[in-house]
């Protein structure tokens, strides 16, 4: 891949991602300070704020998010759409990705599925007690962080 390629998209994820979960999202939430932080993130399942969000974590302003989960203007996600954010197309799957990264995720479905049905899957099965969502985004921000520095040590 060419490397000016790679230094915008390596851009678009460091900007337009979310700063805790490293992901990006369709349903970003602006703070006053308009800081940005993935709705997942900021609130717990039942649409209130969680309790270590009271400040935002980028400039530690006070009660700059919704204490309940607002409706995301259908315009915002036009907009993160725009950008490259895609929701991946499998049934139940729910991540949200970057295009340059939709079919290798899409192929890690079908890589999983062919797994399920051979017995050699037990090495790389995801640790119990852990969601699969949780276990692919820490997989991933450990991916980002790896490709930043590696990026970081050839400049």
Known sequence: MDNSLVDVQCKYEQRF?????FEPSLKI?????????????????SG????????????QREHVFPEEKPDIPEDNIE???A???????NKGCGVSVWYWELEK????????????????????????????????????SAQLRTTRSK?????
């Open 79 to 81: 907009m993160m759409k």
């Open 105 to 140: 995720h899409t192929e890690s479905h079908a890589r999983r599925k062919s797994n399920r049905s051979s017995p050699k899957v037990q090495a790389d099965r995801k640790p119990q007690g852990l969601s699969s969502t949780h276990y692919m985004r820490v997989t991933r």
């Open 29 to 45: 939430i602006y703070g006053i300070c308009q800081h940005r932080i993935c709705d997942k993130c900021l609130y717990t399942a």
């Open 17 to 21: 991602s979310c700063p805790i979960c």
């Open 83 to 89: 950008l490259g954010i895609r929701q991946c197309p």
């Open 151 to 155: 990026r970081l040590s050839l400049h």
């Open 48 to 59: 209130e704020l969680r309790k270590c969000m009271t400040r935002c974590p980028t400039c």
